[in-house]
Structures are given as structure tokens and as C-alpha cells.
Nanobody
Framework: QVQLVESGGGLVQPGGSLRLSCAAS????????MGWYRQGPGKQRELVAA???????NYAESVKGRFTISRDNAKNTVYLQMNRLKPEDTAVYIC?????????WGKGTQVTVSS
């Protein structure tokens, strides 16, 4: 079993920055893809960014150039640096980790962008 603990969410003004972290713990043998999804009010869950074990990343078009995903394999942690935040980035951000053939989800952390 794998547990995911997210942190770093909060309230920020438009144009501001936040850094999210997601630490995986438990029965870890081989962590593969790590990523962040988000679900805004009344919206479907969408992929924000993901990164493979080899470091290849991909992003939603809406966040390209503003968000950066990274990972620290020694700490089993994935990060999401979010810059130039917009009100439309307001959502619950949810960490997702693939470990062998299993997919694990965090509980989510709220990000609110508002003046």
C-alpha cells in the first residue's frame, strides 16, 4: 500500500506563485509516472502535468510556460511549481502516482487564486 501526502496549497493573488509537494510512502518498489491533476468547481478532473521516472514531462496547454513539474526520486516526492497563477487555476490539485501496475491518488490540496 502507498500513501500520498500533498502540501503547499492555499490562497494566492492573481500573478502569484505556489509550490505543491506530494510525498509517497509505504510499500514502494518501483515508482513510475508521477503527476498532478486538478478539479475545479463544476468541472471534470483534468491532467495538469506529469513526469516519468526518466524525467520526461508533459503539461496541459493551459499551464505550459507557467507551471513546472519535477521529482526527487530519493525522496519519492513530486513537485509542481506554479507561477503567474490565474483565477481559472482555482481547483483542488490531486497527486497521482503509479507504482508498478497500481495507481494511487492523494486526497488533494486546495488552490485558490483570488484578489
Amino acid at each position: 500500500q502507498v500513501q500520498l501526502v500533498e502540501s503547499g496549497g492555499g490562497l494566492v493573488q492573481p500573478g502569484g506563485s505556489l509550490r505543491l509537494s506530494c510525498a509517497a510512502s509505504g510499500s514502494l518498489f518501483s515508482i513510475g509516472r508521477m503527476g498532478w491533476y486538478r478539479q475545479g468547481p463544476g468541472k471534470q478532473r483534468e491532467l495538469v502535468a506529469a513526469i516519468t521516472g526518466g524525467g520526461t514531462s508533459n503539461y496541459a496547454e493551459s499551464v505550459k510556460g507557467r507551471f513546472t513539474i519535477s521529482r526527487d526520486n530519493a525522496k519519492n516526492t513530486v513537485y509542481l511549481q506554479m507561477n503567474r497563477l490565474k483565477p481559472e487555476d482555482t481547483a483542488v490539485y490531486i497527486c497521482c502516482v503509479t507504482e508498478r501496475e497500481y495507481v494511487y491518488w492523494g486526497k488533494g490540496t486546495q488552490v485558490t487564486v483570488s484578489s
